[in-house]
């Protein structure tokens, strides 16, 4: 006799054990601890007709973006389609989501996700991945506004309630609701102290608004709770934008060396993402920063040509660009090349409209051709979701924008782009800095003094 989960939602299991340890590899996932997949992979070994156990293996993998998890990905997916029959219509969505992204069609896949909670409002592991999913593709409407389509089924009675305010707390962030974001943050973190990915959706309220001391606090009065989960990279990263909005160098490189650089290559692709995107930063402020640019690269290189996402193929290119490596240049932009010519998944668009430019640009600002960068992001620079991730993260594209206009000395250009950042960030030190520079360039002193007093003023207080 089918049974259902905590929320209702129906499974096509008789076994009450095999629904709550699920449930429980489930809860591990949302709270970023312990090692949920392999949880429920074990479970699978003495249970392998468990359609919701396959279902939940498989839709976790499709979230690493990385070739060495697809075998095992594949492998659930063929189990739970060879006992489709069994299934139930919401696993049979789960199933079809599954296959859909196996085959590069994140779009379908997604589609899939929501016709299930269309059905299932309540289905916690359909909303999360389509709301992940919407994250990856930078899908921004949809990372607010999927999670609006079910809010209403859900209250605090329900298990699980707390995650979804958290989602939806990034998706207005993303959408610069931010007083509602913040709102249903803090909600959230009040439910479930250790939930790290609303602490990380306040954080990036925080980061969007210039709140750099606030964002400070926000995040060191709260790492007892999340300093201890996988999330952690990621939470050290935002950390660090504060302390480099500040100017706080020093504090930066000591996060970057204590939290975001692991001793051994350990091809965690989201590891591997935080560091080169504040190696990058730091590049941006011509820092040096010694040999980390080598041994980020070394990480990197192995999956060099892997061509399934272009979010993690610029950042390899930062790597390999900042290091000098030639011949992983062309690998990076070779395989590219010939993806596009032979590929037909959602990840074409993401590579052609901004990741071939972005890592062209991204050669060129480290060969010292800065005017050569400019040229090819302007024309992408109201385009750049499309890469997926989030606005903080893809502000390195703007930022290196800004950057290349001044080393160029085109100097009007980057006070018009200067303009827009502090425009929409008015406490930031360093969108004055830009600013100052810009107008120094261009000879008118006394506005660039204002500029550079803002500067500092701001990062005094």
């Given amino acids: ?24 590899a489930h809860e591990a996932a949302l709270s970023f601890v312990g090692s949920p997949v392999d949880d429920v992979v074990a479970l699978l070994g003495d249970n392998p007709r468990f359609v919701m156990g ?20 594949v492998h659930h997916l063929k189990a739970a389609e060879a006992l489709w029959d069994q299934a139930n219509d919401r696993e049979r969505g789960h199933i079809q989501a599954i296959r859909a992204w196996v085959k590069g069609d994140f779009h379908a896949a997604i589609e899939a996700w929501d016709a299930v909670l269309v059905e299932y409002p309540l289905d916690l592991l359909a909303l999360q991945l389509a709301h992940l999913s919407d994250v990856l593709l930078g899908d921004t409407i949809n990372q607010r506004d999927r999670i609006a389509r079910v809010f209403p089924a859900w209250d ?70 999340w300093a201890g989960s996988h999330f952690a990279n990621h939470l050290w990263w935002h950390l660090s934008l504060y302390h480099l909005d500040l100017g706080q160098v020093d504090r930066v490189l000591a996060i970057h060396d204590s939290k975001l650089r692991g001793a051994d290559p350990s091809h965690e692709k989201y590891e591997e ?19 980390r640019w080598r041994r980020l690269a ?5 999956s060099a040509a892997d061509t399934l996402y272009a979010f993690n193929d610029v950042h390899a290119m930062m790597t390999f660009a900042a290091d000098n490596r030639r011949d992983a240049i062309a690998v990076v932009m070779n395989a590219n090349e010939r993806y596009l010519d032979d590929a037909n998944d959602a990840n074409v668009a993401m590579t052609r409209i901004v990741g071939i430019p972005f890592s062209r640009a991204i050669v060129a600002f480290c060969q010292g051709r800065y005017g050569e960068v400019v040229d090819l992001l302007l024309p992408i620079r109201y385009r750049t979701q499309y890469l997926g991730g989030s606005h903080a993260q893809r502000d390195v594209i703007a930022w290196t924008l800004v950057e290349a206009a001044l080393r160029a000395r085109r100097f009007k250009l980057a006070l018009a782009l200067a303009n827009e950042r502090t425009q929409l960030r008015p406490t930031s030190p360093n969108n004055w800095r830009l600013t100052a520079r810009a107008l120094r360039g261009m000879g008118d002193i006394a506005s660039a003094e204002r500029a550079e007093a803002r500067a500092h003023s701001i990062s005094q207080n």
């Fill in 1 to 24: 006799m089918a049974m259902t989960d905590s929320r209702g939602v129906p499974v096509s299991c008789d076994d009450r054990g095999l629904i709550d340890a699920v449930e429980a």
């Fill in 156 to 225: 605090e009675n329900l298990p699980g309630y707390g995650y979804v305010l958290g989602f939806y707390s990034f998706g207005l962030e993303e959408n610069r609701d931010y007083a509602k974001a913040e709102e249903f943050g803090r909600r959230a973190v009040a439910l479930n102290p250790r939930d790290g990915y609303a602490i990380h959706a306040v954080a990036h309220v925080m980061e969007m608004q210039g709140r750099q001391a606030g964002g400070i606090w926000w995040m060191t009065s709260r790492e007892q709770d």
């Fill in 54 to 73: 396959h279902c939940f293996a498989a839709g976790m993998l499709t979230q690493a973006m990385e070739t060495r998890v697809y075998e095992d990905m």
């Fill in 273 to 291: 993402l935080d560091s080169t995107a504040l190696l990058w930063r730091l590049k941006l402020l011509d820092v040096d920063v010694g040999d």
């Fill in 298 to 302: 070394d990480k990197w290189e192995p």
